[in-house]
């Protein structure tokens, strides 16, 4: 009995003393992820650690999206200009001048020359962004200049949230481990203070950057990680947290309803969608492509199934993206028109079965090809699920289209900024089956494709315009049933000032932008 | 037969059970669906890239082969690389273990001092009111659901009384002005070790609500056990002697009855304890508590299968090592208990 009163005193004092108030506190903000950040070497990594990467290391160009109507532009990162010889075989990169890395090491083309080569040297999974690259020459500490093989838009991919940062030199010849260690070597306004895997991140402000700090800016920045989803909406609403993503869709309406807090939704460049096996009946039958499409109930799934979190997909490009067409081809739900289709195809009611493949291990393709499944018994189509790891999906797919599935369900989001990577890498024509999973050949769309990718380096504009004829082609075509572009949604605390999210760098709060 | 053959035998018996998970654990992640090398070269990787990571992984070799490089590694302490975080396993483990045996020791030293004592004072007077509530106590406790409590107390002692911290070890003011240096891993016992007052005050009040949540079971089944043996012990005749000789009812409760109450006790405890080593996942997940449990879960949503094992290996020998720990103590309090 002693023993317990004796604990109930000590829990009491321990509760009791508050924790010292800190002589001069710096303005700290915090962040709360869903999972943790992998590799933090800025040369390979390819997920949710540019969270981290953003804001201790910079690239040569930064890519803003269009605001007020405005369009998307590339921005001066640590390059100030560029420019692109005739034969687009050149790009010369005037540098930043003053600008010096977190261990003091000026920041020179010898440091782009040596950033470019490590990628390339290292062979991570976005590195092949590179590929043109054959070499970066140094004329003077200030200019930069990449040969190339092949055109390629150097100062988009310069732009890249992957394998495409300014690393110090003097990092030589260490590898991944020396970075997964908590170690940086960038320009950023801010450097890592401490990292522990899994667990957080916490980044301290850059006193010798070269940029400057915004009124109220903050100095400290911890990136947690939390797992459970109720823990990191507990953490925003409590004030433990400024910021999250991955909230739970049903609890959003909820969490907005706190004065403290703001849910946000931005642009995501990330869609998903059905693609059709157009290489076998009867599905190479453009009347048949457009009765499943019209099937198809995109009400239900956008606002029923994603509770409005994302929006109904209007080609191949997501929305926000330059040659994403606004008045491309959308289809909306209409059983008649779809059941007359099939008619006209020749096709007698329940005769046709369908397979679709999709990824197990996420809820949403799950959800989206069970809706289809049911709409689809209702003209008479008979749809098989067919749930397999992505590999096993994947390895159907491109053994032989003939005997592959007839709907290949899948997320496609690009590694820099370019509705190429949609429309080419998906759709293009090509001799080995790469992701091409639609098996689609269409000479006019190629020839458009190109076009787009002609103009890309020289004239956005019309790169764009291209781009844009393409998707309204390919949407009228239905290769695949497009289905949703995703967003993101973050909640945000009300103290939080001038937060953006900026889509070409997924889940990035940029810290040097924001302030209490 | 001698103690010490019994002991050696005990020991040996003790090796094959480690032995045999280790072969159940490497053959059922074999078994899995997925294809290690594609997993471990990452998204969208190319098919040269899967057959480099099939070479690196050894997974081109004979099963038996493979088994005995896993198990070889696994003697050395080296369970390999994490899928999903890249990071050497045993460094992990090393990271993770600390913060989830000092959940699970706080939770025992609050069944210890909880139960226990409960557990005579509702043996006190068998069948009296003060029992039956107690035992309505202490089932209550051994039957609510964890998790739910867990958010309970998170409203209640966070939300509401803003007295306790929500989750994590310590708050990042500590983390940042008063950091813990690390010497065993366990917050609280480090900021006592190195005398850093303000870290111990913060990691001891981030320690209370996941410890007691985790305590909840083994308060009601130490409370249970220590009723239950008692009751036993109290109508044996040196108790009835005790109370002849006027001896105060705490005295005789407490300094009798309890010693030879204790045994039985201890021992569930002890595989409690072991047996808290997985149970801890739902509160560490809860609580965003960094140990072995939270680690662990991830890597099965991820199929990270190296961590997998390695987890479900140290899981394994803890549990086997107090096991045989809980019998040896065993013989050593009770005489008549025999090792073979």
Same mark, same amino acid.
Request: aromatic share 10%.
């Given at each position: 009995?002693?023993?317990?009163? !004796?604990?109930?005193?000590?829990?009491?004092?321990?509760?009791?003393?508050?924790?010292?108030?800190?002589?001069?506190?710096?303005?700290?903000?915090?962040?709360?992820?869903?999972?943790?950040?992998?590799?933090?070497?800025?040369?390979?990594?390819?997920?949710?650690?540019?969270?981290?990467?953003?804001?201790?290391?910079?690239?040569?160009?930064?890519?803003?999206?269009? *605001?007020?109507?405005?369009?998307?532009?590339?921005?001066?990162?640590?390059?100030?200009?560029?420019?692109?010889?005739?034969?687009?075989?050149?790009?010369?990169?005037?540098?930043?001048?003053?600008?010096?890395? !977190?261990?003091?090491?000026?920041?020179? =083309?010898?440091?782009?020359?040596?950033?470019?080569?490590?990628?390339?040297?290292?062979?991570?999974?976005?590195?092949?962004?590179?590929?043109?690259?054959?070499?970066?020459?140094?004329?003077?500490?200030?200019?930069?200049?990449?040969?190339? =093989?092949?055109?390629? /838009?150097?100062?988009?991919?310069?732009?890249?949230?992957?394998?495409?940062?300014?690393?110090?030199?003097?990092?030589? %010849?260490?590898?991944?481990?020396?970075?997964?260690?908590?170690?940086?070597?960038?320009?950023? /306004?801010?450097?890592?203070?401490?990292?522990?895997?899994?667990?957080?991140?916490?980044?301290?402000?850059?006193?010798?950057?070269?940029?400057?700090?915004?009124?109220?800016?903050? $100095?400290?920045?911890?990136?947690?990680?939390?797992?459970?989803?109720?823990?990191?909406?507990?953490?925003?609403?409590?004030?433990?947290?400024?910021?999250?993503?991955?909230?739970?869709?049903?609890?959003?309406?909820?969490?907005?309803?706190?004065?403290?807090?703001?849910?946000?939704?931005?642009?995501?460049?990330?869609?998903?969608?059905?693609?059709?096996?157009?290489?076998?009946?009867?599905?190479?039958?453009?009347?048949?492509?457009?009765?499943? *499409?019209?099937?198809?109930?995109?009400?239900?799934?956008?606002?029923?199934?994603?509770?409005?979190?994302?929006?109904?997909?209007?080609?191949?490009?997501?929305?926000?993206?330059?040659? !994403?067409?606004? $008045?491309?081809?959308?289809?909306?739900?209409?059983?008649?028109?779809?059941?007359?289709?099939?008619?006209?195809?020749?096709?007698?009611?329940?005769?046709?079965?369908?397979?679709?493949?999709?990824?197990?291990?996420?809820?949403?393709?799950?959800?989206?090809?069970?809706?289809?499944?049911?709409?689809?018994?209702?003209?008479?189509?008979?749809?098989?699920?067919?749930?397999? *790891?992505?590999?096993?999906?994947?390895?159907?797919?491109?053994?032989?289209?003939?005997?592959?599935?007839?709907?290949?369900?899948?997320?496609?989001?690009?590694?820099?900024?370019?509705?190429?990577?949609?429309?080419? *890498?998906?759709?293009? =024509?090509?001799?080995?089956?790469?992701?091409?999973?639609?098996?689609?050949?269409?000479?006019?769309? %190629? +020839?458009?494709?190109?076009?787009?990718?002609?103009?890309?380096?020289?004239?956005?504009?019309?790169?764009?315009?291209?781009?844009?004829?393409?998707?309204?082609?390919?949407?009228?075509?239905? /290769?695949?049933?497009?289905?949703?572009?995703?967003?993101?949604?973050?909640?945000?605390?009300? +103290?939080?000032?001038?937060?953006?999210?900026?889509?070409?760098?997924?889940?990035?709060?940029?810290?040097?932008?924001?302030?209490? | 037969?001698?103690?010490?053959?019994?002991?050696?035998?005990?020991?040996?018996?003790?090796?094959?059970?480690?032995?045999?998970?280790?072969?159940?654990?490497?053959?059922?992640?074999?078994?899995?669906?997925?294809?290690?090398?594609?997993?471990?070269?990452?998204?969208?990787? &190319?098919?040269?890239?899967?057959?480099?990571?099939?070479?690196?992984?050894?997974?081109?070799?004979?099963?038996?082969?493979?088994?005995?490089?896993?198990?070889?590694?696994?003697?050395?302490?080296?369970?390999? @690389? &994490? #899928?999903?975080?890249?990071?050497?396993? &045993?460094?992990?483990?090393?990271?993770?273990?600390?913060?989830?045996?000092?959940?699970?020791?706080?939770?025992?030293?609050?069944?210890?001092?909880?139960?226990?004592?409960?557990?005579?004072?509702?043996?006190?007077?068998?069948?009296?009111?003060?029992?039956?509530?107690?035992?309505?106590?202490?089932?209550?406790?051994?039957?609510?659901?964890?998790?739910?409590?867990?958010?309970?107390?998170?409203?209640?002692?966070?939300?509401?009384?803003?007295?306790?911290?929500?989750?994590?070890?310590?708050?990042?003011?500590?983390?940042?002005?008063?950091?813990?240096?690390?010497?065993?891993?366990?917050?609280?016992?480090?900021?006592?070790?190195?005398?850093?007052?303000?870290?111990?005050?913060?990691?001891?009040?981030?320690?209370?609500?996941?410890?007691?949540?985790?305590?909840?079971?083994?308060?009601?089944?130490?409370?249970?056990?220590?009723?239950?043996?008692?009751?036993?012990?109290?109508?044996?005749?040196?108790?009835?002697?005790?109370?002849?000789?006027?001896?105060?009812? &705490?005295?005789?409760? #407490?300094?009798?009855?309890?010693?030879?109450?204790?045994?039985?006790?201890?021992? @569930?405890?002890?595989?409690?304890?072991?047996?808290?080593?997985?149970?801890?996942?739902?509160?560490? @997940?809860?609580?965003?508590?960094?140990?072995?449990?939270?680690?662990?879960?991830?890597?099965?949503?991820?199929?990270?299968?190296?961590?997998?094992?390695?987890?479900?290996?140290?899981?394994?020998?803890?549990?086997?090592?107090?096991?045989?720990?809980?019998?040896?103590?065993?013989?050593?309090?009770?005489?008549?208990?025999?090792?073979?």
């Amino acid at each position: 009995m002693k023993l317990i009163r !004796h604990l109930l005193i000590a829990v009491a004092s321990v509760l009791a003393i508050q924790l010292p108030a800190l002589a001069q506190s710096p303005s700290i903000f915090t962040a709360t992820y869903s999972s943790g950040f992998i590799d933090l070497d800025p040369s390979t990594a390819a997920s949710s650690e540019i969270a981290v990467l953003a804001n201790v290391y910079e690239p040569l160009v930064w890519w803003q999206p269009g *605001s007020d109507g405005g369009d998307a532009d590339l921005m001066p990162g640590l390059a100030t200009s560029w420019d692109v010889s005739e034969d687009q075989l050149t790009w010369t990169f005037k540098l930043r001048d003053g600008v010096v890395f !977190h261990d003091g090491t000026p920041f020179t =083309s010898e440091a782009v020359k040596y950033s470019i080569e490590r990628t390339q040297r290292l062979e991570g999974a976005s590195s092949w962004i590179w590929w043109a690259v054959q070499s970066v020459e140094t004329p003077d500490a200030l200019t930069a200049v990449f040969k190339l =093989s092949d055109p390629s /838009p150097i100062a988009l991919i310069a732009s890249s949230a992957y394998n495409a940062w300014m690393v110090s030199p003097s990092v030589g %010849d260490k590898a991944g481990d020396w970075f997964n260690a908590g170690n940086a070597a960038g320009t950023g /306004p801010f450097t890592i203070r401490a990292y522990e895997p899994g667990v957080q991140a916490i980044l301290q402000r850059f006193d010798n950057y070269w940029g400057d700090k915004p009124e109220g800016g903050i $100095d400290i920045a911890v990136l947690d990680i939390v797992e459970d989803p109720v823990l990191r909406e507990q953490r925003l609403l409590g004030g433990k947290s400024d910021w999250s993503e991955n909230l739970e869709t049903d609890n959003l309406a909820q969490i907005d309803e706190n004065p403290n807090v703001s849910v946000v939704r931005f642009n995501a460049f990330q869609n998903f969608f059905g693609m059709y096996n157009t290489a076998k009946p009867p599905l190479d039958n453009l009347a048949v492509r457009q009765a499943l *499409s019209y099937a198809y109930p995109y009400d239900l799934l956008v606002n029923d199934i994603m509770a409005g979190q994302v929006t109904q997909a209007r080609g191949a490009v997501p929305v926000g993206m330059p040659g !994403h067409a606004s $008045d491309a081809m959308q289809f909306s739900q209409d059983l008649d028109k779809a059941r007359q289709l099939l008619t006209d195809a020749g096709i007698e009611d329940n005769s046709l079965n369908l397979t679709v493949t999709y990824t197990t291990g996420l809820p949403e393709p799950q959800k989206a090809a069970e809706l289809y499944k049911a709409t689809l018994a209702e003209i008479g189509v008979n749809l098989t699920l067919q749930p397999m *790891s992505w590999e096993a999906q994947y390895e159907m797919a491109t053994a032989d289209p003939a005997s592959a599935q007839d709907i290949f369900m899948m997320f496609w989001w690009p590694t820099y900024v370019t509705s190429l990577d949609f429309l080419s *890498s998906l759709f293009r =024509s090509e001799d080995t089956i790469n992701y091409n999973l639609s098996y689609y050949q269409n000479p006019a769309f %190629d +020839a458009l494709v190109d076009e787009g990718a002609d103009t890309m380096a020289t004239d956005a504009a019309a790169s764009a315009k291209s781009f844009e004829e393409a998707s309204r082609v390919l949407a009228a075509d239905a /290769p695949a049933v497009f289905l949703y572009d995703q967003q993101s949604v973050y909640g945000v605390s009300n +103290a939080i000032k001038g937060y953006q999210a900026n889509p070409a760098y997924t889940n990035v709060v940029f810290l040097n932008q924001i302030s209490r | 037969m001698g103690t010490l053959s019994a002991l050696l035998r005990r020991l040996l018996m003790t090796l094959v059970v480690i032995v045999c998970v280790s072969i159940i654990t490497f053959l059922a992640t074999r078994l899995l669906p997925t294809d290690p090398a594609a997993l471990y070269a990452g998204p969208r990787a &190319s098919a040269e890239k899967i057959d480099a990571a099939r070479l690196a992984l050894g997974l081109d070799k004979p099963l038996v082969s493979q088994y005995l490089t896993f198990a070889g590694d696994a003697l050395r302490g080296d369970f390999g @690389v &994490s #899928f999903r975080t890249r990071q050497p396993i &045993s460094a992990d483990i090393a990271r993770f273990l600390p913060a989830t045996l000092e959940l699970i020791v706080a939770a025992m030293f609050l069944a210890l001092v909880i139960g226990i004592p409960l557990g005579v004072i509702a043996a006190a007077r068998p069948e009296g009111k003060l029992d039956q509530v107690l035992r309505l106590f202490a089932i209550s406790l051994a039957s609510i659901p964890g998790f739910w409590v867990a958010m309970i107390l998170q409203l209640v002692f966070f939300k509401w009384l803003n007295w306790l911290p929500l989750s994590g070890r310590v708050s990042t003011e500590t983390m940042l002005f008063s950091p813990i240096e690390s010497i065993t891993g366990m917050g609280t016992v480090d900021a006592l070790i190195t005398r850093n007052w303000v870290a111990f005050r913060d990691a001891f009040a981030h320690l209370i609500l996941p410890a007691l949540t985790l305590s909840l079971y083994p308060i009601g089944l130490a409370l249970r056990m220590t009723r239950g043996a008692m009751g036993a012990v109290m109508s044996e005749r040196h108790i009835t002697t005790a109370r002849a000789m006027g001896l105060s009812q &705490s005295t005789i409760l #407490f300094r009798f009855a309890l010693k030879n109450a204790i045994v039985p006790v201890l021992t @569930v405890l002890g595989l409690t304890f072991a047996f808290s080593l997985t149970g801890a996942v739902l509160v560490e @997940v809860i609580f965003d508590w960094p140990g072995l449990g939270a680690y662990v879960t991830a890597a099965i949503l991820a199929v990270d299968f190296p961590v997998i094992m390695a987890v479900t290996l140290v899981g394994t020998v803890i549990y086997v090592g107090i096991n045989f720990l809980v019998d040896l103590a065993q013989a050593m309090l009770d005489p008549r208990v025999r090792l073979s």
